[in-house]
């Protein structure tokens, strides 16, 4: 078994509906559109005559709620949420949205984010008595709330005052949904309309599925509030800073079909692409993309290039989370199986592969492998974005920066370890020209942290196993 | 579907070991043996190196525990935690134990018991600024443990010092393990050694099973103190009240192979029995259990009365959690197949069957009729206790006042109603002197409450659903 | 993994309506009531508008149907059965009931029995050109049926005609439900009514569950004909042949609540337990049961011997099919959990423990053992059938007679393996004067087998693992 | 609930392996790579010293097998298949491959394909007294193998020279695995190596998923012969026939990555779309692909027609078999979440979406729709394939002719019917030209079925739910 690390970070897609006969039911349809951005858990809650139901569950979004769970969901307003799934264990202690009492009642909180001072607040709190029953910086941010004493949207507003990092979260409690947006706009959020009702998503696709209308992005610091009434109210409270969206979204974690901020995720792909045939040409016979991740920017890529796009990797949909491994020599099956290398196109030719990015650079090796065994005369990688050294702090899951494949090796070394004839990253000048200017946060390729991490060197020591 | 009570109150079993090297494995063999006490959920904590393992799930404990599962239980200190199957839905958010982490470090909390006040210290917590994640009494022990500031064996002295009501509580930090019974012992709790091991569970017919000596009962008002290394301190810091052990344990509740402050469970229901045929004789043809809950009883009317003991009602071992009802009218099909009429035993007969209770009566209502059915001449009833007519406040699930079957009939009324010829109440003092004395609570027969109940009238508002 | 054994033999259940709008949920109450009789796999098939509609999985009777699956079985007749669980591996390819279609039409099959010339009969069919997709005499049986090419009802018992062995069987077409018994009616099998509808059954405490009344015992060697629209005929074709009804259902096999040829498997038990007593008695302080299985016989023995009967071992209703063996020296933990001690009874105790039969003795030892720890003084162990010594070959899955323990020791050497102060069988007299009669097959005690059994010596290649 | 059809066809995947140590192993690698062709259920059998065993179950391959299975599946031949879920229900009795029991010993027959003359074959066979268990006609030519009493391989050769249609069927009994393709080849069945062993699959692309090398296609017409120590012995019993390998296969059924009878599906793809663009020119502004099915042809489209390449719909890979439909109108919620249209890319945009071909036309509405929505300005759909017309009897679960909608409508009307400005079929000379000849079935096209289909009229009464 693998050991799980004590970390606060993980990334999540929230959802909310305020003022909808079938609150609990659009909210299962947003958080089917935000899958992508969490497999661990999914929960729902709603507000009806003055009282919370919640539904939370380790699972897929498909696997948790059924017909009979939805109907237990009354209300008109709900807030919703999925939990990534992390490496060494799963934690339904973790599982969102938490649902709390207070003294001014119920509250319940979708996060997604991570605060850089959360065990430093925590500590503050644990001194002056309070207790905790997860690892999640969304339990610190709770306490706050109910320690201010303050009406709902003042409370929320002192709360957020102390944290520092990134959050895009949603509350609850029986007369209003709060959504907010860190001051930076670190992670994404967005507001549309269903008829009269109002939605939230962390993406815009949400919307699209549902055949709601998008109205526009959360901007950085504010914090809307929309009572279940249909009133809403949007409060700018924060002293402004630098916008710094996560690149990352644009690069692998969002959707090419939302928009973020203004920018179409799929154009940004392809611009990186196009960009990266610029910054990276090669003389080569066809380009391919590790599907789905670097389909994006390996059609930009053959458009600039003028090189044919080809699909030489051919993706998998019965693969499940586990097969048995072949106990004797039969090599990269696992991979091979999710992505097969169609030989007719590869054989003898000279290949461009085109991702997204290199995290630990397993896959990419085992996948140049394979292309190699199915005939590949020569295979040149592209990647649509520049080396990752540096670990997130802002809620996305990545390795130690010691594991970081590009933090061990230089470039002609990485070409060698991975089997390819030539390797190009994209470099951040030319990701950012990509998605269009500078108010991103490039911290994993820059080490350029825009929040400073007030936890350095402390270490959670509780540790959940399951439930 | 049903609606779920807003109530602090449920039975549980409680176990522990401290000190030996398969602590989750014996944890899971105790529970097995309290799994009559709580058939909701289920869960054990370890203490490993400083650390805290957790795992809680609904369902039973031979559901829920696997090989795999206990690996991932290490070190030589457990608690577990068996809970009550509620009408109206299953609350995960409750499970025990529940594990918290405050500023001395972790700590987990098995607690069989119902708290009067626990209302009212919950307000008055968070008007503080506490946060609850459920609707149980334990929650607020540990936010008072952890408010306490002090070592822990002091900080759990104080938590209990302002507790009222019911508790038989293990706490575990990474140091130590705590037990502790309300100074009236309305729950019971015992001490066993297994080799150098310390266990300790609600019955010692836990200990029997994995061959474990029973030590003494954790007296009322005992705080023992196990450090994970061998230690043990027994402090007896309350005033001393009378002895109230739960009179319902020896009814009905307790294994008949448990012994409780002295007094065998097994020998109890028998003399109740005798008593029973002493106080109400029948001239009849035969006694019959209701099985298994009125089988001891049974046996010593049948002594008593010199009557023969048959098993006139047949029980399936194959009836699971559901099935699908006739639609047509083939009537008390359930019943029926729980409990069968044995035909051959009962035609012509006069039977006198024996219960440990009534409470709501329709059960017996419908084993009335079908006995009837099976050819009984005549069916006498005799409950080996005296009527329920007052809801428990510590800790057992009964229905309200009103819903007790005692308040709303007459002994005649009653008879007709369930359809029987002659029905006999066991009296109170001759269920005392069955038991042997009077150091029991009798709340529920005679309305006589042994603590005052300080949440009159308050009412929770939070609901959680599931997860 | 265990090996499993190629063998025809196995015990099972049928059930059967004829003419209710109801019928496949009532087969459904009615293989609920046979559940004791096979746990491994359980179907039911109906027939409607000319049409055969099966449903057959692994699993007990209230796992595999829901609501939804019954409705999916529609028509006014129905047959069912009930397999038991063997001991190598679950084989669903001999589920029940068959369904196979011919020349003239479908033909639905469910069969409790065990021809001993199945496998002679299958290499001549083999011979001519037979395929079979099962290890199951049944598909034999269907063959024969098959190959008459006569009408149903001549075709069956041309088939019966060549079938040596005992069978209960039960057949459905689209015309009508066909019930026989092999000639010696060495299986049970009887006729009720509900209503206008028939219905059939292994055991009459099936009819009591439902309300339907007990008509008469099908008759050795007949064929009882009715067809869906309400006819009957009763054919008894075969020669006359002394009766044997297996002596066994008596001793362990049928419910205690049901008749079997006029005889109460209840009252059969009690006399057992009484006539044990004259014939073993002992200087004991008490009398305990081996519960379920020692009950009705501890009752009897109990009454006779004027011991008190008590419940000194506690049979737990919470133990699945699997548990998590401890891994150190927690002696027989299993035994114990399924059936614990009770001190209070034992200890210092003379004991008398009566079960109803001896077959490999592992788990008389280690309760034996068990109730030693809990302190019995003196342990008698008191047997209601004799000494069973040969194995069965009409459908009950025994051990091999080597594998017997009555054919490894003298009853001095089985004292001391067994761990008892003294042992007595009952004699086969006693037995047989207990159940009335000399009309019973007592092969398993006297290896006087009343049918010869062809297949001596042949052995089936084929093997089935899972479906 | 939908109504089952009564019907032998669907469309399977078979695989095999001759002479390794992991037979089992390797099967289960073999169907995870043919799982695209069969959904509903999926078997390995495996020969080990004399004897067969054998699993099969409902479910995804990698569902049904555990390390546990395979473990229980010794040997070192195994022959695997996959099955089609089919519209109105899962039947197990069908599942493969099929294991029978008859004089010469155990056979286990894996079959893709459809005999034309199995109905008239089994009147024939239950004429003689043959039972049947399933609606197969898998099970017709086991019988015809049984009754021949030759000599295995001259049986199969017997049995086969009675089939008329398509069949891919491999058998293996103690000694040997048998490979046989119909005459005229109408499903595929191709050979590999992998070290010594032999494999055997309907596609190529399984061998390259383990490293096997391809070694050459079964002829129509061949009997292949593997002894389980080594030797091969091919031979071509039949008379010549024109060979005619399903050109659907290449259409939309067989993995891009597989190349039948020497042609390369994903080039044929690509060479269809390029056909297409010719026969059907188009003035717009990109080419989408209807994901995964049209993304060959879409690719040969754009580079064809000098049109942008996009990914205009975006598929998901967390959909699920089921989800709960919106009650309330969010229309083609279903369909939206499958694939959801990237607004970005479709916005004012005139679109060519191109799929692989049109069957019902439901789907193709709803994407349509969805595209409008998402802001398309026209839509231009264009089809690799001529009109589907024709059901198919070779093995394809195709509608009736009635239900495609080809045969509804002009291709005025379905232009209008579907929403799209204009519509464009590839013709049948176009498809034939891409796919390299003239050698193929195109029935479901043209009607022309290149084998007479004996059982027209005849129908099958046999029903099997579930089990």
């Given amino acids: 078994m693998e050991e799980p690390r004590d970390r606060f970070c993980d990334e999540c897609g929230v959802f909310a509906v305020v003022g909808h006969p079938e609150a609990s039911h659009l909210a299962y349809l947003g958080l089917h559109g935000l899958q992508h951005r969490g497999q661990e858990s999914a929960g729902i809650v709603t507000a009806h005559e003055a009282r919370i139901f919640a539904f939370r569950r380790l699972g897929l979004v498909g696997e948790i709620f059924s017909p009979q769970v939805l109907e237990r969901l009354p209300g008109s307003s709900a807030i919703g949420h999925v939990r990534y799934s992390t490496a060494g264990g799963n934690h339904i202690s973790n599982a969102q949205p938490l649902v709390i009492h207070y003294s001014r009642g119920s509250l319940a909180v979708a996060h997604n984010g991570n605060l ?24 610190v941010l709770v306490h706050l709330v109910a320690r201010s004493g303050a009406d709902i949207v003042d409370a929320v507003s002192h709360a957020l005052f102390r944290a520092r990092g990134s959050y895009s979260i ?30 939230l998503s962390s993406e815009s696709a949400s919307f699209d599925l549902m055949g709601a209308t998008f109205e526009r992005d959360i901007q950085p610091g504010e914090i809307l509030v929309l009572t279940h009434d249909g009133r809403a109210l949007s409060l700018l409270p924060f002293p402004q800073r630098p916008h710094k969206l996560c690149l990352f979204e644009y690069v692998y974690f969002a959707r090419p079909d939302s928009v973020l901020d203004g920018v179409s995720v799929y154009h940004a792909r392809k611009r990186m692409g196009q960009r990266l045939a610029r910054e990276h040409p090669v003389d080569a016979d066809l380009v391919i993309p590790i599907p789905d991740s670097g389909t994006g920017a390996a059609i930009g890529f053959a458009e600039q290039s003028g090189l044919p796009f080809e699909m030489g990797l051919i993706r998998s949909h019965y693969v499940g989370r586990t097969f048995i491994e072949p106990k004797q020599s039969i090599r990269n099956f696992g991979v091979s199986l999710k992505l097969s290398a169609c030989r007719a196109v590869l054989e003898g030719r000279k290949v461009v592969i085109v991702d997204d ?54 470039i002609e070394q990485l070409s060698e370890h991975l089997g390819v004839d030539s390797l190009g990253y994209l470099s951040l000048d030319g990701l950012l020209s990509a998605v269009g200017g500078h108010r991103f946060c490039t911290a994993c390729f820059s080490g350029d942290y825009p929040v400073e991490f007030q936890d350095e060197g402390k270490k959670l020591r509780l540790r959940f196993e399951g439930l």
Avoid: W
């Fill in 116 to 139: 850089t001072n959360a065990l430093t607040l925590r500590e503050e709190l644990e001194g002056s008595g309070a207790i905790f029953q997860s690892t999640s910086d969304t339990e």
């Fill in 357 to 410: 990015s290199l995290v630990r650079g397993t896959t990419a090796r085992k996948i140049v492998e394979n292309l190699r065994r199915a005939g590949a005369k020569e295979v040149h990688l592209r990647l649509a974005s520049p080396p990752v050294k540096h670990s997130c702090r802002f809620g996305i899951d990545t390795p130690t920066d010691a594991e970081l494949i590009a933090n061990q090796f230089t």
């Fill in 170 to 199: 949603l509350l609850m409690n029986q007369d209003l949904v709060i959504a907010a947006r860190d001051p930076r706009g670190i992670r994404p959020l967005c507001l549309g309309r269903l008829g009269d009702a109002y939605v």
